[in-house]
Antibody, heavy 121, light 109 residues
Framework: EVQLVESGGGLVKPGGSLRLSCAASGFAFSDFGMHWVRQAPGKGPEWVSSISSSSGDKDYVDSVRGRFSISRDNSKNSLFLQMSSLRVEDTATYYC??????????????WGQGTLVTVSS | EIVLTQSPGTLSLSPGERATLSCRASQSISNNFIAWYRQIPGQAPRLLIHAASKRASGTPDRFSGSGSGTDFTLTILRLEPQDSAVYFC??????????FGQGTKLEIK
């Protein structure tokens, strides 16, 4: 069974930084593209970032480009999102998601339970 | 950026009825790469349909997707109380950003 468990969320002040982690199990993590998707309270999901299986390809939504950085450690079945220069509008539940084999394609086949990031002074 | 508009915003139906949810794109979706997700309050979204009409693993055959180009539909037959949720469409056609619709809330009364 695919399991994705996010951690690292919390309360941070505007301008601060946070690093989210996602521990994956139940599938060949190193074979799959992975995603971060966020959802602000009462809103629809928003795709944030994706990374290919080999880390050779990464992409970001424009609103986080230059502030967020996605990475992965295939030896530890882990996905990360380093977030800096956080803004109030980054407040959301952040979900880790499994994509397709190899490349980045935006569909999310499996989702974690999410971790809440609150940016507030 | 491709904008997806879902309608109606809220749909109230009775058990046993059929639900028809619409998702309209601001431009044609490559390869009809539209996905549908269901989200129960307090839970993560769950994939129901991909490539417009292919059921994901574990999706009951009461759920079907159709459409092409810019107009897509999710149909749910024989509604059950547990179908109450918010349903989102997403396009993952050509390149980022992979946008979602704003959702349709389905209420089974």
């Amino acid at each position: 069974e695919v399991q994705l468990v996010e951690s690292g969320g919390g309360l941070v002040k505007p301008g601060g930084s946070l690093r989210l982690s996602c521990a994956a199990s139940g599938f060949a993590f190193s074979d799959f593209g992975m995603h971060w998707v966020r959802q602000a309270p009462g809103k629809g999901p928003e795709w944030v970032s994706s990374i290919s299986s080999s880390s050779g390809d990464k992409d970001y939504v424009d609103s986080v480009r230059g502030r967020f950085s996605i990475s992965r450690d295939n030896s530890k079945n882990s996905l990360f999102l380093q977030m800096s220069s956080l803004r109030v509008e980054d407040t959301a539940t952040y979900y880790c998601g499994r994509g397709v084999i190899g490349v980045i394609r935006g569909i999310v086949y499996s989702w974690g339970q999410g971790t809440l990031v609150t940016v507030s002074s | 950026e491709i904008v997806l508009t879902q309608s109606p915003g809220t749909l109230s139906l009775s058990p046993g009825e059929r639900a028809t949810l619409s998702c309209r794109a601001s431009q044609s979706i490559s390869n009809n790469f539209i996905a549908w997700y269901r989200q129960i309050p307090g839970q993560a979204p769950r994939l129901l349909i991909h490539a417009a009409s292919k059921r994901a693993s574990g999706t009951p055959d009461r759920f079907s997707g159709s459409g092409s180009g810019t107009d897509f539909t999710l149909t749910i037959l024989r509604l059950e109380p547990q179908d109450s949720a918010v349903y989102f469409c997403q396009q993952y056609g050509s390149s980022a950003p992979y946008t979602f619709g704003q959702g349709t809330k389905l209420e089974i009364k």
